[in-house]
């Protein structure tokens, strides 16, 4: 019989740290407009995401019969229908779809784009820091709403296009980001070490450079997404982005615009659903800053 | 100072290059061309057509054509409106959307300073709350939904103003106040932030000390400081101004250059989305040149050299 080796497991809870992240995440509990922030938006993303396949409408059946009918719970027009008799509350929700997955695909690209460039440049330095950060300052000044609505007008409105060209227009101020990190990265001990003990560039910023400027990023990544959605809703809103017969909030609100005289309807709610998704991206974004940057408390 | 303004101003000569350049080879690479529509015209009719146009040059050869005619302010006949070049087309919306944003963005900077200031020296208090949350509002919701709103509260069921048009003030009431909405909340932010960071400094308590009035305090001493911040963010508020235009403009059938944009947009109308985007880009450095100026004036720990 031998005998047990004593379980050290056991006493670890009981000296448990306090990583930045706890930290960070006990401060945003305590925010209350962003943990209700959090909330709301899973609700509207899980009702944009189950509600199309649960609701008894499909988003392009047309309904001869209730064209522009108001809310009425009996027929199943929560939200009425729009001027061509389709279900409003299931466009809405489909529209969610598109608009949410707009924000977080473009707000990938831009994330990707945006971390590389701002992370070798500030890691490398330089002739090379210097020409990259140059080009970043020249394209700051270029009106890119423009460009987009240059490229799905030249290319056509594929959705997927407009996914890349947004995500494309905003990596810039993530780039300065991360690059301000990674400057001050540059000199701290364990980066001179890895350096020292022979660590390629790629795996230096892969492992040690970008992990740490992750913070700074979130709370950037939270307002992107917002801003994302807001180009997208403005470009589809002058008939220039998501074509039919899908549909997106800027959509949406701008066919509700054109018949609110007589439909109010229409315009209220694909409105409420975009403004209030605004809102906790914008309460979320700035209760993490509250709690993940230091400097700002 | 003045050869540091002719430095800077040389130096936005490769963005406004850069400009070009992308409108120019974006547009060329495009599949589709403005001259198949539904209707087909003959083969050499399209064949003098392209000849007109000189679509039938070397693309660099067409760059440098291009380039040297924007130089001289002609951005080359619309594609659309047969009887008019881009340039009138441009003139022609210009001083309608100067109006507008003009006015939208002189009303944003002094409510928002206003507001920012009163939230700043409400700290914590219900008058700094309301604004807070009114600002967040302004922020988050759109200006295209906001202008459908106000014209069917004010247009619509009051009945107090007019829904669209441009002929007079009452006009201009709605679609200034959609425009500045935004930036009322932005620079009420920023100000406020800025004022509560200042109101800290000791140059401050020495004011307060040396008996000043508090409203000498705040306007005199407090504010210029304050500024900075707000007077960095003008240039980007200009450009945004300019982007919602295009939509306020489109909402209520306003006679200016982002309806003609949206319009040749929809048209494939070349030269025309063209010489907006370039005009528009021109417009954008060149204020963000004198924001960088002014700037100087106003924080002393800038130097020029």
């Not at chain 1, 001050?184 to 970008?210: M, P, W, Y």
């Not at chain 1, 997208?232 to 701008?254: A, R, Y």
Request: aromatic share 10%; with cysteine.
């Amino acid at each position: 019989m031998s005998i047990a080796a004593p379980d050290f497991r056991a006493l670890e809870p009981s000296i448990k740290g306090r990583s930045l992240w706890s930290d960070a995440w006990r401060r945003l509990r305590q925010n209350l407009a962003a943990t209700t922030s959090l909330v709301v938006l899973a609700l509207i993303a899980l009702a944009c995401i189950v509600g199309p396949w649960l609701l008894p409408h499909p988003f392009d059946e047309v309904y001869w019969d209730a064209i522009s009918a108001p809310p009425d719970f009996a027929n199943g027009f929560y939200f009425g229908t729009d001027e061509n008799g389709r279900d409003l509350l299931v466009r809405t929700l489909h529209g969610g779809r598109v608009s949410l997955s707009v924000g977080l695909v473009a707000t990938l690209v831009s994330l990707v784009i945006g971390v590389l460039w701002g992370a070798v440049a500030g890691f490398v330095g330089g002739r090379v820091d210097a020409v990259m950060m140059r080009f970043v300052d020249i394209l700051y000044a270029l009106p890119f709403v423009f460009f987009v609505i240059l490229l799905t007008v030249m290319f056509g409105r594929n959705i997927l296009l407009i996914y890349v060209a947004i995500g494309a227009i905003s990596w810039l101020d993530m780039a300065r980001i991360v690059r301000g990190q990674a400057i001050g990265l540059r000199r701290k001990e364990f980066v001179v070490a890895a350096t020292a003990s022979g660590v390629s560039t790629f795996d230096i910023v892969r492992r040690h450079i970008l992990p740490n400027t992750l913070g700074p990023v979130i709370v950037y990544v939270t307002l992107t997404v917002p801003s994302v959605i807001l180009t997208e809703s403005f470009i589809s809103f002058l008939g220039l982005g998501v074509q039919e017969p899908s549909t997106s909030w800027g959509v949406l609100i701008s066919e509700g615009a054109q018949v609110m005289e007589t439909a109010w309807w229409a315009l209220v709610f694909p409105g409420a659903f975009l403004a209030v998704t605004l809102f906790c991206f914008n309460f979320i974004g700035d209760g993490l800053r509250d709690a993940l940057d230091p400097r700002d408390r | 100072m003045l050869s540091y303004a002719i430095r800077r101003l040389f130096g936005t000569l490769p963005t406004l290059l850069l400009i070009v350049a992308i409108a120019f080879f974006m547009m060329r690479l495009a599949p589709g061309g403005p001259f198949d529509k539904e209707r087909r015209v003959s083969v050499a009719v399209e064949q003098n057509l392209i000849k007109a146009y000189r679509l039938d040059e070397s693309l660099p050869m067409q760059f440098v054509r291009y380039l040297g005619n924007v130089l001289q302010g002609d951005f080359g006949p619309s594609f659309q409106y047969k009887d008019f070049s881009v340039t009138e087309l441009i003139w022609s919306g210009f001083p309608v959307s100067l109006a507008l944003g003009g006015a939208a963005i002189l009303i944003a900077t002094v409510l928002g300073l206003l507001l920012g200031a009163l939230a700043a020296l409400r700290q914590n208090g219900p008058v700094d709350y309301a604004v807070m949350a009114t600002a967040m509002t302004g922020i988050a919701i759109p200006n295209f939904v906001v202008a459908p709103v106000l014209t069917l509260f004010f247009g619509l069921m009051l009945g107090w103003l007019p829904v669209g048009g441009w002929s007079g003030i009452d006009n201009a009431i709605l679609p200034v106040t959609a425009l500045c909405l935004p930036q009322v909340a932005v620079i009420a932010r920023l100000t406020r932030g800025s004022m509560i960071e200042v109101l800290r400094g000791n140059y401050i308590r020495t004011a307060r000390a040396k008996g000043l009035p508090e409203r000498l305090v705040v306007a005199r001493h407090a504010m210029r400081a304050a500024l900075v911040p707000v007077v960095s963010y003008l240039g980007p508020a200009v450009a945004a101004i300019i982007t919602g235009s295009i939509v306020i403009e489109q909402i209520f059938g306003i006679p200016g250059i982002g309806r003609y944009f949206v319009q040749g947009a929809l048209n494939r109308d070349y030269t025309l989305v063209m010489g907006v985007t370039i005009f528009y880009g021109a417009l954008i450095i060149l204020f963000n040149l004198a924001v960088d100026l002014i700037y100087g004036l106003l924080d002393p720990k800038v130097r020029y050299d």
